[in-house]
């Protein structure tokens, strides 16, 4: 069964810091992961999306990476600001099938 | 581009009613649209993909009577909750995804919050 874990499963952080998601997956065969930004009561919004020949991207302070080796996936943010808080969900797609893995999300409190 | 709408943004009905929820892909044709649900504090579940033109196809444990799905064009798919229920309450989100979108990629809409009284 094509599974997604993400961990945290929350974390509060001052304005300002770094901080660091994580996301196991089994999917298989990969095809690609994405990470997504859900802000409370919107839709989620795509931040980065790589494949299984890309180890790293970046979308501004965003910057995900993919060992698909270990099937490992981490998205980092840094300088973080209050904007910064919402709900980040690790999604990968297995070949030839449209449909989508989904984690259960990190939800991220920045502080001012 | 790829922007998709939903409208309402948000719905408050009574039990027993039935209510429309429409996604539109504003700026692409979308040849498969999804419907998901998501619970407080929950990811996205997947309840039915639909082509335009043929019939949706429902997840395992999703009533297809209850939640009618129409694609009747390349860009406007609608989900009708048919005799809604309190526990039909939720935040309902769709995606489509336009026919040769690299990666196979969905472009989510910003969600319909449903509250059934």
């Known amino acids: 069964k094509n599974q997604v874990e993400q961990s945290p499963q929350s974390l509060i952080i001052l304005e300002g810091k770094n901080c660091t998601l994580q996301c196991n997956y089994t999917v298989s065969p990969f095809s690609n992961l994405r990470w997504y930004k859900q802000d409370t009561g919107r839709g989620p919004v795509s931040l980065t999306i790589?494949?299984?020949?890309?180890n790293t991207k970046s979308n501004g302070r965003y910057t995900a990476t993919l060992d698909a080796d270990t099937k490992q996936s981490s998205l980092h943010i840094t300088a973080s600001q209050l904007s910064d808080s919402a709900s980040y969900i690790c999604v990968v797609s297995a070949s030839g099938d449209y449909k989508l893995s989904f984690g259960a999300g990190t939800t991220v409190t920045v502080r001012a | 581009g790829a922007v998709v709408s939903q409208h309402p943004s948000w719905v408050i009905c009574k039990s027993g009613t039935s209510v429309k929820i429409e996604c539109r892909s504003l700026d692409f044709q979308a040849t498969t649209m999804f419907w998901y649900r998501q619970f407080p504090k929950q990811s996205l579940m997947l309840m039915a993909t639909?082509?335009?033109?043929?019939?949706?196809?429902?997840e395992q444990g999703v009533e297809k009577d209850k939640f009618l799905i129409n694609h009747a064009s390349l860009t406007l798919s609608t989900l009708t909750v048919t005799s809604a229920h309190p526990e039909d309450s939720s935040f309902y989100i769709c995606?489509?995804?336009?026919?040769?979108?690299?990666?196979?990629?969905?472009?989510f809409g910003p969600g319909t919050r449903l509250t059934v009284l």
């Open positions: 790589m494949t299984f020949s890309e």
């Open positions: 639909s082509n335009e033109g043929s019939k949706a196809t429902y």
């Open positions: 995606s489509a995804m336009p026919g040769l979108a690299a990666y196979n990629e969905q472009f």
